[in-house]
């Protein structure tokens, strides 16, 4: 089918390339992706002319600095990422918007998610300060 038409094997193969990537992550954007997006659009900059037309000057402009901060800003972003799926993994849970859980599953939420917090503030503080720090977090 796809010999046949290939604006469908086009269309498929779309999500695999960084156009579609970009265009997949930037829903993501309200929902902490930022660093994800802005490192697409990087390399969007690094690739421009392979993706459009050369004869089109590319919008984007990053400073090598740019992109250096960005690297330490994405490393921190999927620290977080790894963080937030240990913490869901722990609960063993899916989770609703803003946190919601079934009534008849709160107490056991509940209870794991203040083991999970304690075993987080363990593995994350080294002092009774850092401690408190992230506890206000």
């Not at 086009?10 to 490192?39: C, M, N, W, Y």
């Not at 999927?78 to 009534?103: F, K, P, Y």
Request: aromatic share 8%.
């Amino acid at each position: 089918m796809t010999r046949q038409c290939p604006e469908i094997a086009q269309a498929l193969r779309f999500q695999d390339t960084l156009p579609g990537k970009i265009t997949a992550l930037a829903d993501l954007v309200f929902s902490g992706g930022e660093p994800a997006l802005q490192g697409l659009l990087m390399l969007l900059q690094d690739h421009w002319d392979t993706i459009v037309d050369p004869s089109i000057s590319c919008p984007l402009s990053f400073t090598p600095e740019d992109k250096a901060e960005h690297q330490d800003l994405e490393q921190h972003w999927n620290q977080g990422v790894a963080l937030m799926n240990d913490v869901l993994r722990e609960i063993e849970e899916h989770q609703g918007w803003d946190g919601w859980v079934s009534h008849q599953n709160y107490d056991v939420m509940k209870e794991r998610l203040s083991r999970c917090r304690e075993e987080f503030l363990d593995c994350m503080a080294k002092t009774a300060e850092e401690r408190s720090q992230w506890a206000r977090v």
